[in-house]
């Protein structure tokens, strides 16, 4: 039987039930093979050559194809058809041979298929072809390209730049955008403007609102009026006149509908309607795709087969009526200058099958589906016809004039299904009602009313609508998207609050370091250029190494020169180039670089493992800080008052304010300080609560058996219970829900949840809680879930448990994603075990089933 491979077990299963028994179907599990972590995987000394290593999670993938082969001589390669697909079936090829389980007289066969359907699979496998090698070149120059950039330039944020993590091709190029448009909107000054609106009544007693256009005879302007006095004067001007309809012109229009899902479009629309994140909307896009519901999903294309269109005409004419099938099916192109490998766009492989009768369990997948046979179906359907209509009013003399504006929808055309949403709110007065008006005829007037507005700065982005300017610029592919901006937040370079990123004082950070040092690798331009360039590879018109030469002679370079500065020296770069943010002039015209504090200091950029922040040049005398993206009024430091000779006073500090006890001196280097508690607000504090906070821990008294202490504290955690017994060498913790407890608990309670934790050690609370179950791990059984920890939600697979990046929400998590942070995990505890003795390595097989990585595995950008 033909052994025919393809990346995930349940597109194995799928293909299998429509080839049947005569083919062996085995998953890959995504690469088996990658660049080793180490200096060399590269060689820029020879030509590029690349070193490639089949992972050990890989191996028995391998393994168990190459015994497949033993009994059969022929190999279909059925992996996705894209560039990364092409590079699996590439890698597996080289793998095998390299074992030597694919022999010369080997038959191996190449075949794609864009939907997994009967059709689909029967004809691809009736048209095979080779590798495509340019596909697989474009691919080698990406892998290599990110191996250099990564492997070379994140040692160097690393040594100049402590607590960056990583930098990227892309990703960098990423997260300037989010960190420049946040500079934006700090720089940003509102501008202040006011519109009159009027609601006025017809002789029919039906009333409409009309905003002022005209004022003494001259067209108003957006800033016209820039205050209330003018808006009043206005308001009067109005009020003063009669009105009546000078004019009404009604005009046909028409709507047509947004072309059919590709990948970027699919990822924006499903953050508006579902707030759904990037990868989380291509890990149910995945599933659909695997069960045979939908088409491809990582495509640049929006064309649509001959048969899906007559397929969905049909299934308008079923469910709409004739009057809503257009005369001619609707072909639509790509504006894209470089659409990628470009497949068909993202549609239902069946148009009949609707999305109410669709057996699917997982809510995501059905929401997901809903929404794109409804793009599908509405993308050929008939436009929307309506009637705008725009009236104008005025005053006998033409001193002043009003406008009032609508709409009527005659036929509502593809909108019966389907409309496209908005990345931001707009007003559009466009889209109301307007009663009957004509020509001529008196309007009774109501309120007048005068509005005050702002200028706006540009909104932060959200997961789509920076997918979209990412798009715009050319950089980035549809296999990247989801990816990077899950590595911008891995990286806790950018957070996530809503749907809005927002960046991090360390996404600052390296973004204006990239700039100043690195400017033309996170160029918009020199990155869509290159993107280019390697799509000029996939189209076999370009040589991969002459892409990598060129890169890497200027990008070694700069490298070198940068390697040898220190770390001072890159900090006053920094520090100068974020001068505007860092140092706003100051309301009483000071000095905004003198420190607020002692007065005496300096401010100046400094860096720590968390990140950026300033910090008064006389530390350790004077340990002002703030962080870089914050001004004066985030400095909360005050003095409260004096205690026994010593000051007292708040501060703020990189981790959040905190009391303090005197000075730094040469006798009292550490004076004591606490940080205020979870609850706490800075602008709340006084004397009395800081002593109560210094004075801590709080003795409660001495335990009624052992007559040790019994003492409370707020520690890293929240509050807790401390007791050592005279015979224990560590003492025990027990943790207390209310910080109020630290102070007010008495003996009886304190003893009862002593005994209560000692009575079990391992927990601290109750039994941990399964907030998710996502079912059987896919590869090695067992279940998965996700668990309520004490420390935040984490998942669960047997022995291993795997902590939720920061910002993912659990009811988010799919078992991919889960899967992929199990292996993460597991490899991390084998390697830390590694290097013990002997006996530990002769287990460590047994440990390897643990680092199972998941269904399917795209390459970063």
Partial sequence: MPVVVVESPAKAKTINKYLGSDYVVLASYGHVRDLPAKDGSVDTEHDFDMKWE??????????????????????????????????????????????????????????????????????????????????????????????LVGFNLSPVLWRKLPGARSAGRVQSVCLRLVVEREMEIEAFNPQEYWTVTAVLENPRGQTFTAR???????????????????????????????????????????????????TSTLQQEASRKFSMGARHCMNAAQRLYEAG???????????MAPEAVAQARDAIAARFGKDYVPASPRIYKNKAKNAQEAHECIRPTEMSLHPDDLRVSEPDQKKLYDLIWKRTIASQMEAARMERTTVEIGSADGQVGLRATGQVVLFDGFIAVYEEGRDDSVVDDDDKRLPALHEGEPTKKHEITPDQHFTQPPPRFTEATLVKRMEELGIGRPSTYASVLTTIQDREYVRKEGNRLFPEDKGRIVTIFLLNFFR????????????????????????????????WRDFHKAIEETSELRISEVLDVLDEALAPQLYPPREDGTDPRVCPLCGEGNLHLKTSRTGGFVGCSRYPECRYTRPIGGGEEQAEDRVLGEDQGDE??????????????????????????????????????????????????????????????????????????????????KGIYANLKDPADVFEIGMNRAVELLAEKRANPGRGRSAAKALKELGEHPSEGGPVNVMEGRYGPYIKWGKVNATLPKGTEPGDLTMERAVELIAEKAGKKTTKKAPAKKAAAKKAPAKKTATKKPATKKADG
């Fill in 54 to 147: 089949v992972g050990s999670d890989s191996q028995k993938h391998v393994r168990a194809i190459a015994e497949a082969l033993k009994t059969d001589n022929a190999l279909i390669l059925a992996t996705d058809p894209d560039r990364e697909g092409e590079a699996i079936s590439w890698h597996l090829q080289q793998a095998l041979t390299k074992r030597r389980s694919i022999k010369k007289d080997t038959d191996v066969r190449r075949v794609t298929f864009n939907a997994i359907t009967k059709q689909a699979v029967t004809e691809a496998m009736q048209n095979p072809r080779e590798i495509d090698a340019p596909l697989v070149e474009a691919y080698l120059a990406r892998r290599a390209l990110d191996y």
């Fill in 212 to 262: 002022l256009t005209t004022l003494a005879g001259k067209k108003l302007d957006k800033f016209d009026l820039a205050n209330a006095t003018q808006a009043e004067m206005a308001v009067q001007a109005v009020t003063s006149r009669d009105l009546k309809v000078t004019s009404v012109e009604a005009k046909p229009a028409t709507r047509n509908p947004a072309p059919p899902f590709m």
């Fill in 293 to 303: 519901l939908i088409t491809y999903m990582r495509t640049d294309g929006i064309d």
């Fill in 520 to 551: 033309t690798y996170v160029g918009y331009e020199f990155t869509a250029n290159l993107e280019e360039s390697l799509d000029d590879v996939s189209a076999g018109s370009r040589d991969y190494k002459d892409v990598l030469a060129n890169f």
């Fill in 648 to 729: 007292i006073s708040l501060r703020s500090g990189r981790f959040g304010p905190y009391v303090q006890r005197g000075e730094v001196t040469e006798e009292n280097k550490k004076p004591k300080r606490a940080s205020l508690p979870k609850g706490w607000q800075a602008d709340e504090m006084d004397l009395e609560k800081a002593l109560t906070l210094l004075s801590l821990p709080r003795e409660i008294g001495p335990h009624p058996e052992d007559g040790a202490m019994i003492t409370s504290n707020f520690g890293r955690f929240g509050p807790y219970l401390f007791h050592k017994r005279p015979d224990d060498a």
